[in-house]
């Protein structure tokens, strides 16, 4: 069985690197020979869009990251990367878990012929930047490196900021040496990358609920024993749910290290943020950026 390669895209010891290290650890034990994983990890091989399309071509096998990056290939996951979409990381869980998900990955398997193997709910997304923001006014005008992700980009305009891009292992240098003036991620994600240190003010805007995932690229997975299948796919449950458990656990944890570190951790009055990008809803279905109706059905979710 020739090696399949798993790439990464993210810091080295940031949670989906973890993850996707456990994924590789345990396929590689219960294989037993049968068949190797080998784990590229941080950009080596691009970042996530790149490692994404590589994955489309079959030069790389599997990946894991959030799910929000596939919005460049199927519209509707866009949604996931629109602000205050989520109202907690249970809301999320269960969209997983829901009919409207399953469409959408099987969309992306019939069309790109990539197959989600597991997904769960993990951490919020929070501000990062050089002065305290306490609330929708603050951000006007502010310099935000925003990923590559339309829907994301479009977020922060909406709510006043200048999107800037910058790949995410520029973002620590961008911020220290005042290319843009914030940034926002993952929280063990931007620990890792040491968003902290390089600007001293933490907003908790829980903006977006991150996710994780692990994906193979289909004619790989149907290329495999059935047993095979089953070793592939229970290790990817578990690991994508010893992330969701590690998530929620190190969220407190990573916020207070980054306190220790000399950051300040400040609440946000998120309430006008929110009203602007629910506001904005009926504009971005207007102009295509995912399904009409969506948002509202994932609100609908209990």
């Known amino acids: ?32 020979g049968k068949l190797k994983i080998n784990f590229i990890q941080g950009e080596q091989l691009g970042n996530d869009q790149q490692v994404i399309e590589q994955m489309i071509a079959g030069s790389v ?26 109202r907690d990381t249970d809301h999320l869980q269960k969209f997983t878990e829901s009919a409207a998900y399953q469409k959408l ?18 951490q ?15 951000i006007s005008g502010i310099k935000m490196r925003v990923p590559e992700i339309k829907v ?18 520029e973002v620590f240098l961008g911020l220290k040496n005042g290319v843009v003036d914030a ?43 059935p047993e ?25 944890e990573v916020l207070a290290k980054m306190a220790a570190a000399g950051a300040t951790i400040h609440p946000i009055d998120a309430a006008a943020i929110r009203a602007k990008s629910e506001a904005a809803v009926a504009e971005m279905e207007k102009d295509g950026a995912w399904s009409a109706g969506l948002w509202k059905a994932i609100q609908d979710i209990k």
Not at 203 to 213: D, G
């Open 228 to 252: 095979l299948q089953k070793i592939v796919l229970d290790a990817a449950r578990e690991a994508v749910s010893w992330s969701r458990e590690q998530a929620a656990k190190e969220t407190e």
């Open 105 to 122: 990955a099987e969309e992306l398997r019939a069309k790109q012929g990539i197959r989600i193997l597991a997904a769960a709910a993990t």
């Open 61 to 86: 096998h599997i990946y894991g990251d959030v799910l929000d990056w596939y919005a460049n290939w199927v519209k509707d996951f866009a949604i996931m990367g629109w602000g205050f979409t989520f």
């Open 183 to 225: 940034a926002e991620g993952p929280v063990s994600a931007a620990f890792a990358a040491k968003f902290h240190e390089a600007v001293k003010h933490v907003m908790r805007t829980n903006h977006i609920y991150s996710s994780a995932h692990i994906t193979i690229n289909d004619k790989a997975y149907a290329a495999l024993s």
């Open 152 to 169: 994301y980009v479009k977020l922060w305009e909406t709510l006043g900021a200048r999107p800037s891009r910058l790949a995410w292992a």
């Open 1 to 32: 069985q020739t090696p399949l390669t798993l790439g990464g895209s993210d810091a080295i010891g940031s949670l989906l690197d973890r993850q996707n290290a456990l994924f590789t650890k345990l396929v590689n034990e219960r294989a037993a």
């Open 124 to 138: 919020p997304r929070v501000l990062f930047a050089n002065k305290r923001i306490a609330g929708l006014g603050d």
